[in-house]
C-alpha cells in the first residue's frame, strides 16, 4: 500500500468537516480560517515507542494518548481545539494496526472537535508527532507567567495512577485496570481549562510531575510555593496498590495530564463549580519567596522528588 | 543537560521576535496573531536518517533540509511563511550535534521570515518533523484541484540533481558539489510561489516526483497531461554527469523540492518574469482525457517511471 492509498483508507475521512477547515488533507498544504478576532494556541508533542508508552500498548489506546497528550497543552493554555496534523513513522504499514490506531485516534478527536487536517507518514522505528491548534481570545489564555502570591496551588483528578500502572509494568506485575487505563488512555482537561479561563492567574498541565512543572510556573512568574504532600490528591485505586513510601515518588512522576493552576483564593469555590464533576483540590500556596518547598502534614519540609528527564 | 536547558540554549533564541508571535516558546502552547482576514497554510514533514537524508550528512545540513522541505510545502500554495514548531528526536544530547543542527535550521529560518515557535524534543532514533504555518489571502492559494484544459505545465529550476547525488553516494562515488549541494540543502521556491499567485491555476512541489505529484494534480482536477520528455530542465552538473539511459528515471527520481504549476499560456511570460533569475520551463500542456503521457522528441509513447514510494 502506498502513502496516499494509507491515508485515503485511514484518515481521509476520520474526522468530520469542520466550519474553520476551509481544506483539509490532499494538498501540500491544509487550510484553516482561524476564528476572527481570536489568537491561535499551538502546541507539538511526540510519542515514542517504549519511552512514552510500552511496547505492548493496544495500537487504538496509543492513537487515544497521542492525541490526548497535545489536547492537554491545549487545556492548560485554556484553548478551544480547532485542528491538528499527524506525522506518523511507521516500521511497517500493518493495516490491522492503522484502523485500530485510527479508531483510537478518531474517537477521541471527534469527542474534541478537531479536525485532522494533515500530516505525513514515513518508515521508520514507531514514533507519532501531533501539532495540535486550538482558539483563544487575545488576553484569555492560561500562561505560566501570570501567578500571583498568595494564590493557590490546585491540580485537578487525581496524581501518581499512570506511574504506579508503569512501575508495576515494569516489575511484571498487571496493574489495576482503573490504573492501567489512566496510563494508556489519559483524559485531558479540556472542558476545566476553558471554564478555568478567567478565574486562574497561571496554568500548565502535569505531564513531567508536579514539581518539576509547577516550577516552570513559579520560574515564569519569578515566584515560589509550598506544597503540602499529605493534600496530594490520589485516586482509590491507587490509595489501594500504592506503598506508602513510594507514593510521593509516583505522585510526581508524571504522565498524569491533569492540570495544575495558580488561582486567587477568592476564586476557589467558582473554579470548583467551573470544573463540574472533575475534583479540584487544594495542594499549596504560592509565596513571593523563590523556590518550591514541600512540607509534610506537620509542616516539616521533604526533599523534592526528581522530574521526569527528556535526555 | 536536560530538555528545557538543551532548548534554551540552542532553540529559544534562534528567531527574532516575529509580530504575529504573542507568545513563543517556554509555554504548553505559543500564541499566534494570525495576520487578519487571511487563512493559515498548515503543513507537516518528518525527515528520518537513512531514508530521507544519508547517515553522514552534515547537521547543519539536516537542520537546513528539514526546514526546506516544509517551506517547500507552503512554496506550493503561494503562502507566506509564518513561523513553525520543532519535534527532534535524537539518540542523545550531542552539543556539538544540536549547535551545528540549530546553526543550519536558523539560518533558513531568518531568511524565511519564520518563527520557531515551540516543539518537543525526545531520545530515540534521529528524526526531524516540522509543521510550518504561513498564511495566504482567501481564495488565493495556489491549490492541486485548479488546473486546466489547455494549460501549460511547468516547472521551476531544474530536475533531478538531488537523485543523482544520491546515486552516486549509493555507488561509492563522490558526486559533483553542486549535486550534493541540491541534495543536502534543497531551496524551496517561496519568493516563486508567492509571486505566481493569481497567474497559475494549480501548483505543487515535486518531492515524491514530477510523474507522481503532477499526477495528483490532473487527479484532484479531473484532467489529463501530455509530458514532453525533451523539456525537462536539467543543471550543468547534471547533463555532464547523468548517462543518457538514467536520464528520465533521474529526473523523475523526487527529491527536488521545485514546483510544478500549470497556468494558461497567456501568463507563461508574466510568470516568468515573477519568478525572476529562477528558470520556469514549459514542460508539457494539460488536456482533458486522463491521464499522464509521457512524450520523447518525436511525439512516441513512452513509459511512465515510478515515483517515490513512502512504504
Redesign the interface.
Known amino acids: 500500500?502506498?502513502?496516499?492509498a494509507?491515508i485515503r483508507r485511514y484518515f481521509a475521512a476520520l474526522t468530520p468537516a469542520h466550519p474553520a477547515v476551509?481544506?483539509g488533507i490532499?494538498?501540500?498544504?491544509?487550510?484553516?480560517?482561524?476564528p476572527p478576532g481570536e489568537?491561535?494556541?499551538?502546541?507539538?508533542?511526540?510519542l515514542?515507542a517504549g519511552?512514552?508508552f510500552p511496547r505492548d500498548t493496544a495500537p487504538a489506546d496509543i492513537g487515544h494518548k497521542a492525541l490526548a497528550v497535545n489536547l492537554?497543552?491545549?487545556a492548560?493554555?485554556g484553548?478551544q481545539p480547532l485542528?491538528f496534523?499527524?506525522?506518523l513513522?511507521?516500521p511497517?504499514?500493518d493495516e490491522a494496526w492503522l484502523a485500530a490506531f485510527a479508531e483510537g485516534l478518531g474517537a477521541l478527536a471527534r469527542a474534541s472537535g478537531m479536525a485532522l487536517?494533515?500530516?505525513?507518514?514515513?518508515?521508520?522505528?514507531l514514533?507519532i508527532?501531533i501539532?495540535?491548534?486550538?482558539s483563544?481570545p487575545?488576553g484569555r489564555?492560561l500562561?505560566?507567567?501570570g501567578a500571583q502570591p498568595g494564590d493557590l496551588v490546585c491540580v485537578t483528578g487525581t496524581l501518581g495512577d499512570a506511574a504506579l500502572a508503569l512501575q508495576q509494568l515494569q516489575v511484571g506485575q498487571s496493574p489495576d485496570p482503573v490504573l492501567r487505563a489512566r496510563l494508556d488512555r489519559p483524559s485531558p482537561r479540556n472542558a476545566a481549562g476553558l471554564a478555568l479561563r478567567g478565574l486562574a492567574h497561571a496554568?500548565?498541565?502535569i505531564s513531567d510531575g508536579l514539581c518539576g512543572d509547577l516550577g516552570?510556573v513559579l520560574d515564569?512568574s519569578g515566584l515560589g510555593a509550598e506544597l503540602q504532600v499529605g493534600q496530594l490528591p490520589m485516586s482509590d485505586a491507587f490509595a489501594r496498590s500504592v506503598m506508602p513510601a513510594q507514593r510521593l515518588r509516583l505522585q510526581n512522576g508524571g504522565d498524569d495530564y491533569e492540570l495544575c493552576l495558580c488561582l486567587p483564593p477568592a476564586a476557589l469555590a467558582q473554579a470548583r463549580a467551573a470544573c463540574g464533576a472533575l475534583p479540584l483540590s487544594v495542594v499549596g500556596r504560592v509565596v513571593a519567596a523563590p523556590g518550591l518547598r514541600m512540607l509534610d502534614a506537620s509542616g516539616a519540609p521533604l526533599p523534592a522528588p526528581d522530574s521526569y528527564?527528556?535526555?
Open positions: 500500500m502506498d502513502e496516499f494509507l476551509a481544506l490532499g494538498d501540500d498544504c491544509a487550510l484553516l480560517t482561524p489568537q491561535l494556541a499551538i502546541s507539538s508533542d511526540t515514542i519511552r512514552h492537554s497543552d491545549l492548560a493554555m484553548a485542528a496534523t499527524l506525522a513513522t511507521l511497517q504499514a487536517i494533515g500530516g505525513d507518514t514515513t518508515r521508520g522505528p514514533s508527532s501539532t495540535v491548534l486550538g483563544v487575545p489564555a500562561r505560566r507567567d496554568g500548565i498541565d516552570h515564569a528527564q527528556h535526555f
